[in-house]
Structures are given as structure tokens and as C-alpha cells.
């Protein structure tokens, strides 16, 4: 069921309610309509819907400048999108999407040898989605009567992905319930699939919000196992434009040649930008967004990537690296920083 925050009416109001004010309101609620909330019981809180304002755009977005391919250097495969969203758009994905989503700062720990290293991921997170062995579908037997409404999210129940036969509450396959992706993220998952228009069909949506320039992300790659083959990833960046560098992996023998000693490369990714990660990138390059001193790092960075999983690994995995075990963390506007959510009274 979708909760609706009414816009209240005070007593003092509707006393005095002429249709001149009735239609002022008619009109206001045309261009401001009441906030609805995608619910769904996995999910810690409701997840606000897109004002129309915003999802109108990005339901028509048009292509102003083409993305460039970048493709000189071995093994690289990049297609830049500079901008995908325009400024003011991106600005406002920004700010939505860092006030309504719940975000993690995951504590983890690696073992090397005898000697165990405890890691406080440094940047926030949160994901969605679910790899292709499972899909979510619309609970037969759910009593809510929003069938009709696109944006339902709270019946949907998580069912093998072949048979569509629901999975049993017992099934053990997740360690973690995985979350449906909400109507926010999913109209920029269809954007993007629509415009790199490379039949890529997206099942994650992994979110970092980098609060300062003191969070980043290290060299890494992903190219996990769960990802397939040559995966491409689709990253969007919001809000304070921060550097995105990659540089190749250690070439083994012959390859050598032309890959030492070559410089990392740097793209300061801006508000709206997108990179498309391709073909060999991940298994040939790593990528990092190192900590930054001054620049626009103080403005707070949102970056989304789509993924397609294709095993539960992948699912297990990116629960577990980007929710974990601890409490949400929610942006206080008045504050301008995250805060750790207080958790719900157990009654
Ligand atoms: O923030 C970025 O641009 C990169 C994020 C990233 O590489 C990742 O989440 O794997
Ligand atoms: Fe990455």
C-alpha cells in the first residue's frame, strides 16, 4: 500500500474555504502533489517515489551530446557520457536521493594469515536488486489491491527466476532478504538501459555517497565471478565532481610492452556524467576515487552503478559489502551530515 503524506488543511482554513482558494489548492496539488512512498517489508524504511518534477525528465531524457568511446589504450573499453543528466536535473536527483535513501557505513573484517583487520568502509552505501537466479514478482495472494499501480513495490515476493515459483521463507539460498529495487532507482536503471542501448539489462543498483573528500573508493576491480564474463557497469555520478583514475593491472610477459610505466588515468567526474565500464576493463584495469584535499569533495558525491549479477554470490556478496550488519543512516538536512538512525523500539 502506498502511504500518502496529505497536505493538511488547518481548521482556521476550511472554515473560510471559497472556491477561489479551492481552486488554488487544486492547482497546488497539481504542481506539488503529496509525497507517495514505495514500502516493501524488506526495505528499513518507506523509499520515497520521484517527485514528477524529476521523473518526467528522466522518463523523456534526450541525447544532447553523444558519448565519446574511449578505446586507445590496451584492454580498455569505456564509453563517457559527459553529461548523461543535465545540471539541474542531476542537482536534483542529488539532493533527493541522498535525503530518502537508508544508507551504511559497513564494518567488516579480513583475515590474513593468523592476523585479523577490522575495516570501516570508507564512504556510505546501500544496494538493491537481485541476481538473475530470482525475480520479484507481484505476491499472488497478497490482499493489497495496487495491482495497477506501476510503482507497487510492497506485495512483490522473490520467486525463482525460471519456474516463478515463490521461494519458501526457509529457502537459504540469501544470507541476507534481498531488496526489490525501489521506483526511484529503477526509472534511472531504464534511462540508462535505454541509452547505452547495448541490451545490458541491469538487476543492482549499488549507491556510495561520498560525504567529504576524506571518503573514496581503492584501486579494485569488478570482475567478480558473479558478474560473468567481461561485465559492463554502468556509473553515474551526483553532486561534488570528484576525480575517477584507472590504471592497468600488472601486465603479465608479453603484454608488457606499452603498459609499463604508462600514466593512471584521470577523469573529473562531474554532476550527471556517466562512465560505462566495458568488455575487457575489468579483468585489465583497476579504478580508484582517491581521497581529496579542498575541490568540490566538501559538497558531498553520489555515485550509482548498475550491475547484472548472475549467480547468488553476487547477491550475497553485495549485501553483505554494502548493508552488513549494522543501522541505517539517514541525511539531516539542518545538520548537512548523515546521522545514525535510531532504531525502532522493539515492542
Ligand atoms: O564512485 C565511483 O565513481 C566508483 C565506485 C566504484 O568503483 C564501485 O562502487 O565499485
Ligand atoms: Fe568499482
Partial sequence: MQHVESVKCT??????????????QTRYRKHFPPA?????????????????????????????????????????????FQPFLPSSLARDLFRFLRSELPFYRVKYTIRRGPAETSIVTPRFTTVFGVDDTSIF?????SKIPDETNATATSSLILADSKTRIPLPASDKKYHQRPRPIPPCLDLLRRAVESSTDDGTKYNFVLVNYYATGDDSITYHSDDERFLGSNPNIASISLGGKRDFLLKHKPPTGSDADGIEGMKPLKFPLDSGDMMVMRGETQSNWLHSVPKRKGGQGVLGRINITFRRAVVPGGTNNYYLYNVGDGGIFRWKEDEGRMIAAEKPVET
Avoid: V
Avoid at 482554513?13 to 481552486?23: D, G, R, T
Avoid at 514478482?137 to 495472494?141: E, Q, V
Fill in 11 to 24: 481548521e482556521e482554513n476550511s472554515a473560510k474555504q471559497s472556491p477561489p482558494l479551492q481552486e488554488t
Fill in 36 to 80: 507517495t512512498y514505495a514500502h516493501h517489508p524488506n526495505y528499513p524504511i518507506p523509499i520515497r517515489d520521484l517527485p514528477p518534477t524529476i521523473s518526467q525528465l528522466l522518463a523523456n531524457l534526450s541525447r544532447t551530446t553523444p558519448p565519446k568511446a574511449i578505446t586507445d589504450k590496451p584492454h580498455l573499453d569505456l564509453l563517457y
Fill in 137 to 141: 514478482i507481484p505476491d499472488p495472494n
